[in-house]
């Protein structure tokens, strides 16, 4: 198995600079991207139940080791890291390619499955990088998993729930298959104290772009067919109104408010 794991600032911790209108992330910690916290929790699981290896693997910085790190204290047997400058500016469809080659080369050294993914990342927020990895691989692809109800290794199969709006769907795809995640799937354990020191200890594997096979047409800002031109933050919003007067005559004038604002649907 394979999890794909991003570093990402703290979104919670992120503040609008109200005079230069500009993110504020001096200072923000950086985290493991909450959903992939989960899928990595899911790939110990399956490992406890079905046996395998779990490999953590993350595109970023070098100091993204730390989200590596932090998956092999929940349990997972190594990590690796993609970094280069010229992996520097992919954007969905460049990452997605990295990925997707160096899962190839893990897959030679020992077949891989499954490869679980986020359903998004909070940064980026796009959700493209788990269908983009499923595509490039031909695996089957399974989004917004809430359960892992079965896999059958002989059959080859695995049996997951989907959260879709108000519903759930329970699909059979033939493996090897690319699942992302939802936060339902499970709730995270503490890490062991050893599992912490290993964690600590382990050696991250590095990769860099003459480690993988990877057309140079396809990485970083030149395979990358989107460039952001800009990025602002909203507007601020503007002040709320109190509506003054007895209970019922104030819920009146609210309601007459929304109806007026197309709020609410006149009867
Ligand atoms: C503010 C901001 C500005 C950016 N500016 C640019 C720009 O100018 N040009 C540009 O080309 N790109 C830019 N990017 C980067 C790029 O668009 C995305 O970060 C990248 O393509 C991944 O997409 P995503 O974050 O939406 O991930 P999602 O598709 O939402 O992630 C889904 C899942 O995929 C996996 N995953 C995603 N990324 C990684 C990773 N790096 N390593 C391991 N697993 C991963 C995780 O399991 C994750 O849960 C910018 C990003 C941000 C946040």
Partial sequence: MVVCVKQVPDT???RIDPRTNTLVRAGVPAVINPYDAHAVEAAVQLKEKYGGRVTALSMGPPQAEEVLRRA???GADE????TDRAFAGSDT???????AQAIKKIDKMLPVNLVLCGKQ??????AQVGPGIATRLGFTQLTYCMAIDAIDLEQGYIQVQRKLEGKREIVRGRLPALLTVVKEINELRYASLPALVRAARVDIITWGKDDLELDPAQIGLKGS????WRIFAPPARPGGEIIPGKPQEAAAALVEKLV???VVADR
């Fill in 79 to 82: 990590g690796i890291l993609l």
């Fill in 225 to 228: 067919p989107t460039s952001v």
């Fill in 93 to 99: 469809l460049a990452t997605s390619y990295i990925l």
């Fill in 260 to 262: 007026k604002t197309k």
């Fill in 12 to 14: 919670t911790e992120v």
């Fill in 121 to 126: 990342a909070i940064d980026g927020d796009t």
């Fill in 72 to 74: 092999l204290a929940m």
